[in-house]
């Protein structure tokens, strides 16, 4: 409560807005301990507490009253135990709880479902030795779950997909669209872009048809630069689509579509990418990097005023040419990666972090002269990963598109350690492969798999701390 209050006094400061005053209802099952809660509360609070004994699946609170609710370690708690599952007698514990392949290993890992199981068998014992009663705990079973990393994640993208889908819904206005295009900047291949495609023109889909009107033909534009694999894209578009393609290939910060042709414009996980790496960043190995992590890392040094600036003209020009390609009224969503104002680097991590050890693992290759020094003063990432902050100051900027909605939602990509190698290698490897050769690439990644293996940080996904903004745009009419 003290940080979320904290937080929200700093806002009310840096507005020049005279601090409100806090109240704080706490709640619990009505057989809680209130009294020590009561007798416990800090003397130095700054707000005043209120009580509320009630199952927190029902409505506990007068309508419309509370600004920020706060729930820790405790939605796993169920309001009963499934039917089902009580009645089975089977065991409670990691084999209830399908677990994910490479999750965990029970031989050399535990987490807290594996506690569950020892506890039933200690009831067992119990029952067995009549010290507990055998046909009671053949009706029990743990009122508790707890979900998968993974299907939390699918609540983060779906709250991605719901963000898009809601601005349709309300923005869009398709009173004079005969025809809908879309784009997606930054397509890649299209594993990603062709659900994010077919949730864009499902929802585009249900409003006419809330209407009463024709659905539109559907045309998509899948963007990237002259070197993606637009084949494997067009090989892998989904059979039963209800759209006609067309691929451009061709930078994002330029022209590339025709003036007013784009409804939707989209863009996930691309505007990170600069046109090119500022001036006084070049050189992984320039004073400018000395402690490089300060740059993608916890704290940021002069350099980063220099990727700021980059990051800034680049989604300036991006949002220029988009706003004479789309339609007036058009929207666009940006999906973005973003990093927190803090992270705890002993406990923590982002895609910083891992930038960052790619960066030292390259620096070591040139200490043990597997890879030219020379190549690597001279290199340097050409991308920046912003604050969601950052984001929203470039944007409000804009004269062209007002900004609708924006979210910051946990990036949810749940890598594991061999995930991570994966993804950055399929992302860095032709950059590095041009910049240092094709002999270096293998050990580089090797180098990089040891570092993230050496740092417990990375063994556990939900340790991720990297953000992604979601940014609804619509270009004025004006
Ligand atoms: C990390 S991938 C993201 C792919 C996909 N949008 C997704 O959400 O998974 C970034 C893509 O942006 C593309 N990209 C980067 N800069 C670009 C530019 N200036 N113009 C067009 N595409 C660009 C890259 O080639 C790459 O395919």
């Given at each position: ?27 619990d099952?009505?057989s809680?301990?209130f009294n020590t ?7 130095d ?59 965990w ?8 479902v594996?506690?569950?199981?020892p506890?039933?068998?200690?009831l ?5 030795q009549?010290?507990?009663s ?10 508790y ?11 983060v ?22 025809f ?40 998509v ?19 039963d689509?209800?759209y006609k393609?067309a ?27 600069l ?5 006084p ?5 320039s ?41 007036k009224g ?5 999906l973005?990666?973003a ?10 991590f982002?895609?910083?972090?891992v930038i ?11 200490k ?15 991308y ?24 910051i ?9 061999d ?5 950055f ?46 940014a ?7």
């Amino acid at each position: 409560m003290h940080t979320i209050i904290e937080a929200i006094k700093r806002k009310y400061e840096s507005s020049y807005l005279e601090t409100s005053e806090f109240f704080v209802c706490f709640n619990d099952l009505v057989s809680n301990d209130f009294n020590t809660l009561f007798s416990s509360l800090p003397p130095d609070r700054s707000y005043k507490a209120a009580e509320v004994a009630g199952d927190f699946h029902h409505r506990l609170l007068p309508p419309s009253s509370v600004h920020f609710a706060y729930s820790s370690w405790s939605l796993h708690w169920l309001t009963e135990a499934p039917k089902e599952v009580a009645d089975s007698g089977e065991p409670w514990g990691d084999s209830v709880y399908k677990r994910e392949e490479g999750a965990w290993n029970p031989e050399k890992e535990y987490t807290i479902v594996s506690l569950v199981e020892p506890l039933r068998s200690s009831l067992v014992d119990m029952a067995m030795q009549g010290r507990v009663s055998e046909a009671k705990l053949d009706s029990f079973n743990m009122p508790y779950y707890f979900p998968t990393v993974r299907q939390l994640k699918g609540g983060v993208l779906a709250a991605a997909k719901t963000i898009i889908e809601e601005e349709i819904a309300t923005k869009l206005d398709i009173s004079t669209i005969s025809f809908c295009c879309i784009a997606d900047f930054g397509c890649s291949t299209g594993n990603n872009s062709f659900p994010a495609m077919h949730t864009i023109i499902e929802a585009v889909k249900r409003k006419y048809e809330s209407s009463d009107l024709k659905t539109p033909d559907f045309y998509v534009w899948f963007n990237d630069v002259v070197s993606n694999d637009f084949n494997t894209l067009f090989r892998s578009l989904p059979l039963d689509r209800s759209y006609k393609v067309a691929a451009v290939a061709g930078d994002f910060h330029s022209h590339l579509l025709p003036p007013s042709s784009i409804h939707f414009a989209y863009s996930s996980w691309a505007l990170q990418w600069l046109t090119e790496v500022p001036k006084p960043a070049v050189g992984l190995h320039s004073p400018a990097w000395k402690g490089g992590k300060r740059l993608y890392g916890v704290k940021r040094e002069e350099v980063y005023e220099a990727y700021l600036g980059q990051f800034e003209r680049d989604l300036e020009a991006f949002l220029k040419c988009r706003a004479v390609e789309m339609v007036k009224g058009g929207i666009m969503a940006l999906l973005i990666p973003a990093l927190p104002a803090y992270w705890d680097p002993q406990t923590e991590f982002t895609v910083a972090s891992v930038i960052e050890l790619l960066r030292s693992s390259l620096v070591d290759m040139a200490k043990e002269g597997k890879l030219s020094e020379t190549k690597l003063d001279a290199f340097n990432f050409p991308y920046y990963i912003p604050t969601p902050e950052e984001v929203w100051a470039i944007l409000q900027k804009s004269n062209s598109f007002s900004i609708e909605r924006m979210e910051i939602l946990k990036s949810g990509t749940l890598l594991t350690v061999d995930g991570h190698v994966a993804c950055f290698r399929a992302v860095h490897q032709n950059m590095l492969t041009h910049e240092f050769g094709a002999e270096t690439i293998d050990e580089s990644f090797d180098m990089l798999k040891k570092k993230l293996q050496t740092s417990p940080v990375y063994a556990n996904p939900s340790n991720d701390k990297t953000l992604v903004v979601v940014a609804i745009l619509k270009l004025n009419n004006v």
